[in-house]
Every structure is written in structure tokens, then in C-alpha cells.
């Protein structure tokens, strides 16, 4: 059983930047694709960025391409993300996912694990 615990959201204006990191327990996280999601206010949630077991292979939604950067670091069983150049539209809960599938599999149905998530909320 994998447990995932976010840390890092927070308040920032637009222009700005947030680091988020994802903490799993377990020995097995270097077995897992991992990513992040997010939910807005009266939206569903929605697919931001994955990143294979290996951390070899990348996958991001339109809307973060350029300014979003996933990373890992198995030996510390932690995933990142680097969220440069926030929109107001950023604004949400964000998400760590855990799947033992690939990445079209995360991103497309979902994860088997998921944290409890992290407001980040920008400002115009």
C-alpha cells in the first residue's frame, strides 16, 4: 500500500512560481508512475503531469507544457513539481497520484492512490 502526502501549496501572484513535493511511504514507490492532478471550484478533476518509474518519460497536459517541470527522486521516494509562470487559472487543489500502470494509464483512468492535496491559489 502506497500513502501519499503533498506539501507546498500556498498564495502566490500571477507570474509567480510554487514548488510542490509528494512524499510516499512504502518501499515500492520506485515501482509506480507517479503524477499530479488538480480540482478547481465546480470543476472535475483534472490530468496535469505524470512521469514513468524511471523518471525517463514525461507526459504533461497542454495547459502546463512550458511552464510546469516534473521530477523524481527514488532513493528519497519523492516526486516534485516545478509550477513556473502561474495563471489565475492554476488555481486548485492539487493532487499525487500513485498507479502501477503506465502513463497513458494514470493520465487517461486515473490512479490507484491519491493523496489528500494542496490548495494553491493564485492571485491576478
Known amino acids: 500500500q502506497v500513502q501519499l502526502v503533498e506539501s507546498g501549496g500556498g498564495l502566490v501572484q500571477a507570474g509567480g512560481s510554487l514548488r510542490l513535493s509528494c512524499t510516499a511511504s512504502g518501499p515500492t514507490f520506485s515501482t509506480y508512475t507517479m503524477g499530479w492532478f488538480r480540482q478547481a471550484p465546480g470543476k472535475q478533476r483534472e490530468f496535469v503531469v505524470a512521469?514513468?518509474?524511471?523518471?525517463?518519460?514525461?507526459h504533461y497536459a497542454d495547459s502546463v507544457k512550458g511552464r510546469f517541470t516534473i521530477s523524481r527522486d527514488n532513493a528519497k521516494n519523492t516526486v516534485t513539481l516545478q509550477m513556473n509562470s502561474l495563471k489565475p487559472e492554476d488555481t486548485a487543489v492539487y493532487y499525487c497520484?500513485?498507479?502501477?500502470?503506465?502513463?497513458?494509464?494514470?493520465?487517461?483512468?486515473?490512479?490507484?492512490?491519491w493523496g489528500q492535496g494542496t490548495q494553491v491559489t493564485v492571485s491576478s
Open positions: 512521469i514513468s518509474w524511471s523518471g525517463r518519460s514525461t
Open positions: 497520484a500513485a498507479d502501477r500502470d503506465g502513463l497513458g494509464s494514470l493520465a487517461y483512468e486515473g490512479a490507484e492512490h
